[in-house]
């Protein structure tokens, strides 16, 4: 086949008068059998099978299971493209060897193109895209930190050591992008409303204020109080020189039920944000300032002990490159309850009230070696007002095209059992993922 | 061969500068401009036409002989020749990083780092990246960043070394040492295309220990371009093959395909 192909080589020097000396094309062994393979359109259908296995660090004893991660997956992915518009599906069909169950989620199954492509009305409706169906959704400035995304998160999966990807849960909804001098405009109504994956206790125990120690129920928020109305969430952006500058608005519910009714029962109460973001090349990395007000609606004055308080939240953060390969980043991020002396006033479990700030530092570190085959990170949450934290750990290698292997550890610490992070110090877990793809 | 090659150049270029005295043209007239070289060889590797796109392919070998693939098309636009460029890669291949959109503002003047921005499909990510070192690998491959969006001439001094019939061969070194890998690197730039056709680095105690060739040029819309290119690491014997398709120059693209919304919904009517 080498052979063949310097003959091919040479008949092209001595046709093509443009082609360099015969001499530079020696020694080149352009196997070309293994490039026709592809020589046709990448096939529409695509995916991988997945094996993930992960164990408690220590065992809870309000769960009876030390496994926190037992997945077998299979995602499958197919798209078509028209002339200015595509259909995306991507689904997951996967046996929970936790729960002892067998789940579908699809993660995406959308239509996304321009307006121009189904309504034409002239230079107008080019300024415009539209996306609409089950997708995943993402926006703001924060490294593992949300402030404006409202769009839901999976936290479990987070926790248990699943893919980066699972993070954030889809959601049926619809986009409009308009695209125009003065700005961008990002406008997304999800009529049912999509909580996070919050944890509930399925997989990891939280700690409950009422009960004073941790509690695993696994439950599910129930239709009444499950909100019916739509979420609403909005983006303007621009950028002006090297600097992006967004402002945010959302108005939904809190994606946690972390209020509760009268009787005793966790609901999502209303929330509306409000916020703004900017990111810039700064010194020789990247700096980014993000802030959103969290305007509880059910519980404007802040008296009421089942919902939680209104807030501001702010994040700077910061990222570089070290050295060759490694990449460094840290960000600062506070939450201020507003109306804190209320709550205070009316507490119903005082001693385990938060702080009026939350202070969290965040740091990672990135490094890829083996020509980029070998991915380390290191990512730890840090609260100096809790002294609490979360530090993770992952590793991901993959030298072929078709498989990669990853491992890693989730790590809650802290000193009170009911703080932030360390409430789940049970939840401290090694895992380990094994994907191949077809 | 080559020696007589070089014999023969030797006799036509002393003949040429006899020539030349016999004439009076003045001196400067006859001695090569090493900067207007560099600068054509520039234009002609990185800014042929206001604009192009291209398929591309790339089968990264590792030393142990194990082989990965990557597939994607390029959009390039000028702002002006030899300045600033905006560039979009769009990935098919491999599975993982399908639609995963890279994007690039890359800007000469040394004191403004390139602007870049990686789009994440599975998390509809638009991830802004931290300008970093450019001699790191591109996308996995022996392949540096530097490579693809082309290394900016303005950072080297470039002296001539050998004139060949049919070659210039110039040494570039680093005007900033301690941000490179290498001592310097040896440039042979062939004269019928402008085009740098062999880049060996070099490290302090002269040894060769990267390559960079180009394996197969065409003319394409008049302009010569590099189609196949491989570049080796010539101590481990890793080497990556990359090969451009489908090469469309002067297409008219637009200012605004080089933006976010191409990101999330890219401009199909330039990729297929």
Redesign the interface.
Known sequence: MKNVFSAFVLSIGVASASLLDVALAQETEWDMEEWGEEEKAPKSFSGFVELAAGARLSSDPVINTDKTLADLRAQLQWDKDFDASRVKFTADLYYDGVLDQTKLQIRELAWQGSLSSILDLGEWSKKFDIKVGQQVLTWGTGDYVFLNDLFPKDFQSFFAGRDDDYLKAPSLAAKVSGFFDWANVDAVITPKFSPDNYINGDYFSFFSPFAGANVAPGFEVSSPNKPSSPEYALRVYKTIGSTEYAVYAYDGFHKSPASFTEFGEPYFSGLRVYGASAITPFASGLLNMEMAYYDSKDDAQGRDPLVPNSQSRWLVGYEQELVKNLTGSAQLYVERMSNFDALKASSLTPEFDPNKNRVLFTQRLMYRALQQTLTLNAFNFYSTSDKDGYLKLSADYSPVDQWQLSGGFNVFYGKERFSFFNQFEDASNAFVRFKYYY | M?KRIKTINKIASFMAASLALLAAVPLQAASIDVSSIVKNAEKAAYYSGKDGRSDA?M??V?AQG????R?FTILRRDVADNGDQQMMVFF?????V?DTVFRVEKHVDLAV?D?RWLYLP????VK??????K???F??S?FFYEDVSGRAISEDNFVLQEDTE?AYVLKATPKAPETVEFAYYVVTI?K??N?P??IDFFKSNNDNYRRV???????IQGF?TVV?S?VSDLESG?YT?M?FRNINFDLGLAD?VF???SL??PP??WL?
């Open positions: 080559l392919r089968m990264i590792d194990r082989k990965q693939m597939q098919e291949r491999p599975a993982d399908k780092e602007d599975a998390l509809d990510l802004r990246i931290s300008s970093g070192d001699r790191t690998s996308v996995g022996h049919a062939d019928k295309t085009l056709i062999l060739e180009a394996v197969k040029i065409e003319e010569p196949r491989k890793a093959l090969e605004d933006t976010e919304r999330r919904n199909r009517e297929n």
